[in-house]
């Protein structure tokens, strides 16, 4: 899989990660795995015990994941996310079969589903692209995705981590709706 060593990598780095209040928490399978991240969206619908302001996710399959994934890509879309919180669905796609058992191509079902796409050519670019997405989750209020293939993940690359790197610009000419485009109770 495209993926196959993301957890590999973020269990090993538990310690660092629970010291910056980051979670790691692999689901049972995809879908569950999606439903829980998108519950990491409800925090605005419980103000009374929230304990962060906001809490970022990021849901990671394979292609044939995504596929399955597609109800609850579309109902957290509808839904909305969180004001600061925001997600990121990655999905490791796989065009020439090598780890699956079907080709696929996951940006037919983003697109499906009303996620737009990122889609990151290099190393650098999937870090780079990852904070624009998670950027446009959070003001628009819907999921990213994040479009990635064997021959970008498993290459190595030496990368720029400056936090000052990447500048976010927020759209100023765009007046908001009444009640905002995050998710919140009907």
Request: glycine share 10%.
């Amino acid at each position: 899989s495209p993926l196959g060593t993301y957890d590999q990598s973020l269990w090993a780095a538990k310690k660092h990660l629970a010291a910056n209040n980051i979670v790691f928490q692999p689901g049972v399978n995809e879908e569950l795995g999606a439903t829980a991240v998108w519950g990491t969206q409800q925090l605005d619908l419980y103000p009374q015990s929230k304990k962060f302001d906001g809490v970022f996710g990021i849901w990671y399959g394979k292609g044939p994941g995504v596929d399955r994934c597609s109800d609850v890509f579309k109902h957290a879309n509808m839904a909305g996310t969180a004001q600061h919180g925001g997600v990121i669905a990655i999905a490791g796609d796989d065009h020439i079969s090598k780890s699956s058992t079907a080709a696929h191509q996951s940006d037919h079902i983003f697109k499906a589903c009303g996620t737009p796409v990122f889609f990151p050519s290099s190393v650098q670019e999937i870090l780079d692209m990852g904070l624009h997405a998670f950027a446009m989750s959070r003001f628009s209020g819907v999921w990213s995705g994040m479009k990635t293939i064997q021959e970008v993940v498993e290459s190595s690359s030496s990368i720029n981590i400056d936090p000052d790197r990447v500048k976010i610009v927020m759209p100023e000419d765009f007046v908001m709706p009444p009640g905002g485009l995050h998710i919140r109770w009907p």
